[in-house]
């Protein structure tokens, strides 16, 4: 085993899997380039722009959530790197592997590194579904889901939830050993928060980074659908993008892949949009924002890893 070269092979693994992906969705990365071609370029432009600064955001979020201080251009680049991770496994798997490691590397205990993360998707998803409520209340009329909702489509999910929850009691209750871990966690992850919370610019850094996210990416489907001439008010395809990416999130697959595009074309629609031209939209949304990246990003990621950076 020590001669196999394993840091190499990890090297290549992530243009191996962005090969696949892309034969694997070659159908939608055609119409998405030549949606492209069709549309006003300085809108382009200025979404790409608001996509980068979404790797900003998250690394803002990231240093926010551990007391200790992190090396600011590294800790950029593995939240670059951490995108196209994303778009190759399973949601969240990705990018929380390689922050994990990130904090690792850097000096920071598992247990604690697992604290930081955990705080880190607390805090985005309350941002997230807080904002999406705030945008609801103040704009009623943003989405009109009554007719594009299946009769008793909510019912399979509430129950497979519920069963989720009385599965984990269950376990929490009869396995010590779980029982044990999961307090253990519970009072580092709180000792964490705490800290966090002590510190004025780490919690600015935490809650506002969390904001700015999701802020930045329903920005970069605005600007996409004015490049191409969706008429839909630019708050309602905000409000689409949050509800979309809120749904999907219960959805498992690879950076949500097919699920995403597919949530976004609903909601656009029943924010008023032509399907057609809703479809347009996300196909170059999805363009700019996880294909374009997704090959520096697995370049930057097999050189972290070549690196030992993470």
């Not at 949500?256 to 595009?261: A, D, K, R, Y």
């Amino acid at each position: 085993m020590r001669r196999v070269p394993l840091r190499r092979i990890l090297v290549l693994l992530p243009l191996a899997l962005v090969v696949v992906v892309a034969v694997d969705n070659r159908a939608v990365l055609g119409a998405g380039v030549g949606h492209l071609t069709t549309a006003r370029w300085p809108w382009l432009l200025a979404a790409a722009g608001v996509t980068c600064l979404t790797w900003v955001a998250a690394a803002v979020t990231r240093q926010g959530a551990v007391v200790d201080r992190l090396p600011v251009l590294r800790l950029l680049a593995t939240q670059f790197a951490a995108g196209a991770a994303n778009h190759l496994l399973p949601t969240g798997l990705g990018a929380s592997a390689v922050n994990l490691r990130f904090m690792t590397v850097c000096g920071l205990p598992l247990a604690r590194s697992s604290a930081a993360l955990a705080l880190y998707l607390l805090a985005e998803s309350i941002a997230r579904v807080g904002l999406l409520a705030a945008l609801l209340v103040a704009f009623p009329d943003a989405l009109r889901l009554g007719p594009l909702l299946p009769p008793g489509g909510l019912t399979p999910l509430l129950l497979g939830a519920g069963a989720a929850a009385v599965l984990a009691v269950v376990a929490f209750t009869v396995v010590r050993r779980l029982r044990e871990a999961v307090l253990s966690f519970l009072r580092t992850a709180l000792g964490e928060a705490r800290s966090v919370h002590a510190r004025p610019a780490r919690m600015l850094a935490l809650w506002g980074g969390s904001l700015a996210f999701p802020l930045l990416q329903a920005s970069g489907l605005v600007l996409t659908g004015l490049a191409l001439g969706l008429d839909v008010p630019p708050v309602h395809m905000a409000v689409a993008y949050l509800a979309a990416t809120v749904a999907v999130a219960l959805v498992p697959t690879p950076g949500g892949l097919g699920s995403v595009e597919a949530a976004l074309v609903v909601a656009l629609v029943a924010a008023g949009g032509p399907a057609a031209v809703a479809t347009a939209v996300v196909l170059a949304y999805r363009i700019i924002t996880v294909w374009l990246p997704l090959l520096p990003g697995a370049l930057t990621l097999g050189a972290l890893v070549r690196r030992k950076i993470i």
